[in-house]
């Protein structure tokens, strides 16, 4: 038995490096003879010690697991070899975890600045430990909360997003690091954020786009935006005329943005999405009674929200006839009148009114009034189709993509001279917004493995619908001019020798137009 003991001793060092904890050997009564850390190294200040463990092993002649006298937490056993005992345990182990676990509690504070909401950590129930908020700031009244989805993540051991318990709106990531241990975070300062946004958006329609949101580069888009500009200051009635697609919302916010009405409402009806016989309402408010189904105390009306700032008139040509002389007098008078009342409100409100109509030929079918054309026209923007500038193309696909990228959590970088030839080459009826359709569609289109967008990615109405001469007999004005600028093109890139940056420098265009334009005239 002696020899036994010796060998046991020996190896008792190697025992405790390979557990990873420490290794004793005890008599049948527990009272320790060796003991090692995790290192191999004596401890000699646990010689005759009794290790409770050890003692029961010994005394029953059987295997017992239980937990370690040296580290909480840690588990260790014990096995009866005769008349000695040999017991271990995983020390080490919980050592590392105690350690991550104090890393981790150090980094919450980085975690939660970061993630932009509360981050957390929690035990192997769901019990918070530590929470801090967005500005790293200890979140004392969430400590000692249990979270049901942080205690299913400890249970699967698998990650858990869901609902905040913290923040209404907000979603939640739990993550199990140990068996014993977990944290999650939240985004509770972006949900904070947009509700404080939604709040106020409440209160009146907001005006978010500048002159600075709208794009284009080309001579065409920079005069518009110059115009639009310039007038933004004033306090007369605008007119914004141009195709449907071209953003014509986009410049009303930006003239009241630049404006200095800007802190105060503005408010936009289209008046071809509501029906007729409700816009009246809307436009000038109600009182109490004034007709089945109206508001208790009444309602102000689009006028009245819109007071001190700008008011809206999208689509403006779609208008009922009957209501566009109600409309005549507020704009003349500055005053409105609610449905069901007598008395007249005072307003101070700047009008700019949108139309993708020519209001001059809806004046001549009797459909428009031509003392409110005149009286909304004051100012007039118009508002160039996407096929009047369509050097823009390059610029405006990079931003779509841009967003898109964001939006579908793709990784597109560019899109390819191909793609990019035949969207120059199509005619847009749709403009901007279907430039902005057909640029989602591809990216949509767009497999995980690819970075590019190229031909087979685009729609099949962009290889459809592409500029063509007219079959008519007797030429259009149009095609005599395009067949003048299509000579003097050709001189001039035999002139330079086929150099089509030289030949635009001297035709005053950009290499985009350039080319667009042989595109069109068929010189590529």
């Not at 007598?342 to 079918?365: G, H, M, P, Y």
């Not at 290889?463 to 093109?489: C, H, M, T, W, Y």
């Amino acid at each position: 038995m002696y020899e036994s003991i010796k060998t046991i001793l020996e190896v008792l060092p190697v025992i405790s490096r390979i557990s990873g904890g420490y290794a004793t050997i005890t008599t049948k009564q527990g009272v320790r003879l060796k003991t090692f850390d995790s290192e191999g190294k004596e401890v000699k200040s646990l010689q005759g010690k009794v290790y409770e463990l050890a003692q029961k092993a010994g005394e029953s002649g059987n295997i017992y697991i239980g937990k370690s006298e040296i580290v909480e937490n840690a588990e260790a056993w014990a096995l009866p070899l005769g008349e000695y005992v040999l017991a271990t345990s995983n020390i080490e182990h919980i050592l590392r975890e105690q350690e991550l676990k104090t890393a981790l509690t150090k980094a919450l504070p980085l975690i939660a600045r970061v993630a932009g909401g509360e981050a957390v950590l929690f035990d192997d129930q769901g019990k918070r430990l530590a929470s801090y908020d967005y500005l790293g700031n200890t979140n004392q009244k969430y400590i000692g909360l249990v979270s049901k989805a942080a205690k299913k993540a400890m249970s699967t051991q698998k990650p858990v997003i869901g609902e905040s318990m913290s923040v209404t709106g907000a979603i939640g990531v739990r993550i199990p690091i140990t068996q014993g241990f977990g944290f999650g975070f939240n985004n509770e300062q972006g949900v904070t954020r947009e509700q404080k946004l939604l709040e106020e958006v409440k209160k009146f329609q907001y005006a978010k786009y500048t002159f600075n949101d709208i794009l284009g580069d080309s001579e065409a888009m920079k005069k518009v935006k110059n115009t639009a500009s310039q007038i933004s200051q004033g306090v007369s009635s605008v007119l914004i005329s141009g195709e449907t697609g071209t953003g014509k919302e986009l410049f009303a916010q930006a003239i009241h943005n630049e404006s200095d009405r800007r802190s105060n409402p503005f408010v936009a009806i289209n008046c071809a999405a509501i029906p007729p016989s409700l816009i009246e309402s809307y436009l000038f408010g109600y009182e109490e009674g004034a007709f089945t189904g109206a508001k208790k105390n009444g309602s102000p009306g689009a006028f009245e929200q819109a007071n001190g700032g700008t008011i809206f008139l999208d689509e403006i040509s779609e208008m009922d006839i009957s209501l566009q002389s109600k409309l005549l007098r507020v704009l003349q008078e500055r005053e409105v009148k609610r449905i069901g009342s007598t008395e007249t409100i005072k307003i101070d409100v700047r009008v700019i009114s949108a139309t993708n109509k020519d209001l001059v030929q809806e004046i001549k079918k009797d459909i428009f009034r031509e003392d409110l054309y005149y009286r909304l026209n004051v100012v007039q923007v118009n508002i160039p189709s996407l096929k009047e500038h369509l050097e823009d193309i390059p610029l405006l696909v990079k931003y779509f993509i841009k967003r898109y990228n964001k939006m579908l959590g793709k990784f597109v970088w560019e899109i390819s001279d191909n793609a990019q030839k035949h969207l120059v080459a199509y005619n847009w009826p749709g403009n901007i917004r279907q430039l902005q359709n057909c640029i989602e569609h591809a990216m949509n289109m767009v497999s995980v493995n690819e970075n590019l967008i190229d031909v087979k990615h685009l729609p099949n109405y962009i290889f459809e619908n592409r500029f063509s001469p007219s079959r008519e007999k007797i030429p259009s004005l149009a095609e005599v001019v395009g067949q003048a600028e299509r000579d003097i093109i050709v001189k001039v890139l035999r002139l330079y020798n086929g150099s089509k940056k030289k030949t635009a420098r001297a035709l005053g265009i950009s290499d985009t137009t350039l080319w667009r334009k042989m595109t069109d005239y068929k010189l590529l």
